[in-house]
């Protein structure tokens, strides 16, 4: 579609990213889910959440975690007016239309626990009062795996609540030598200009849901969701949220491929970023987890 052409085209543009880590992470948007991105610093996650943030004609704000940040400070609070003499709430960075949560390990369980109900259901509910987030809600968080000192790491309730989980790995040389030269004299976001507007995320978001996924598509999924369950090595599985959510990815990646219907290779594709976080291995971490669905997808038979 022309709409991903010109999206894509103007990321790129101004940041080196994988193309292929780059559909995913527009697959999560196109599909209404969030993004955790995991790596070292210095990646450029960072960079990559910002470019399509500035790419997209909407709302964005960003949320630097840290261990004393409190849930207010992210939802928004009530504030007495002594003008007016009554309490007026005051909306946090959650009510954007996309919101980077960066370094999300660094704030306490406490903070990270008031995230859940944006992230499941599209709203907020504080001092009683329940308020609808705006659509498109997106939510891009990072956290870097190797730092422990002054983290929290994100319990397995909160991790589900994350369509995908990547990793954007270092890049190779002739992406590094590309970056060295777009950093030479300025910074490529600064001339970055919106090429979507609000009404195209929606029927981007909107067209994917209209995407057909056959029977034996279903029950192809449904395997692989048992399949985790079963292993071995796994304490715990993917849930039914999760195979829904792996549902609507693999949908939106068929929209991003130009196809109005799911193919086997659309779950292949999806099935690493949307269940390995979900997974609780005995051997803990997201790299046990890939290490099990790259088993599962060898040994779940495909539908033909």
């Known amino acids: 579609m022309d709409l991903i052409a010109r999206l ?10 994988d193309t292929d880590k780059l559909k995913l992470i527009l697959a999560a948007l196109i599909a209404r889910g969030h993004l955790l991105l995991e790596d070292v610093p210095g990646i450029g996650k960072t960079l990559v959440a910002k470019a399509l943030a500035r790419s997209l004609a909407t709302d964005f704000k960003r949320v630097q975690c840290t261990p004393d940040l409190l849930p207010g400070d992210i939802t928004g ?5 002594q003008r007016q003499q009554e309490f007026i709430f005051v909306p946090g960075p959650l009510f954007a239309h996309v919101v980077l949560v960066d370094e999300i390990n660094r704030a306490t369980p406490r903070t990270q626990s ?14 009683g009062v329940t308020r ?23 319990p397995e309730a909160q991790l589900d ?6 990793s954007m790995g270092y890049p190779g040389a002739a992406a590094e030598l590309l970056i060295l030269e777009r950093e030479e004299h300025t910074n490529p976001l600064d001339d970055m200009r919106p090429t979507l507007s609000l009404e195209d995320i929606l029927h981007l978001q909107n067209s994917a849901l209209q995407v057909e996924v056959a029977r034996p598509l279903k029950e192809y999924i449904v395997r692989l969701v048992l399949a985790s369950r079963e292993h071995p090595d796994v304490l715990l599985g993917v849930s039914p949220r999760g195979g829904v ?27 690493p970023a949307a269940m390995a ?13 890939r290490a099990v669905v790259a088993e599962l997808l060898k040994k779940v038979a495909v539908p033909v």
């Open 277 to 289: 976080h979900r997974l609780l291995t005995r051997a803990r971490g997201l790299d046990s987890g």
């Open 245 to 271: 959510a792996l549902q609507r990815a693999t949908q939106a990646m068929a929209l991003l491929n130009g196809r109005e219907f799911v193919t086997p290779d659309d779950v292949k594709t999806i099935a």
């Open 77 to 81: 609070s009530s504030l007495y007016d």
């Open 114 to 127: 008031s995230l859940l109900e944006a992230l499941a259901e599209g709203q907020i509910t504080t001092d």
């Open 132 to 154: 609808p987030l705006a659509q498109p809600f997106f939510v891009i968080a990072t956290q870097n795996p190797v730092e422990t000192a002054g983290t929290f790491p994100l």
């Open 8 to 17: 894509t085209a103007n990321i790129q543009a101004a940041v080196v990213v």
């Open 161 to 166: 609540r994350f369509l995908f989980s990547l």
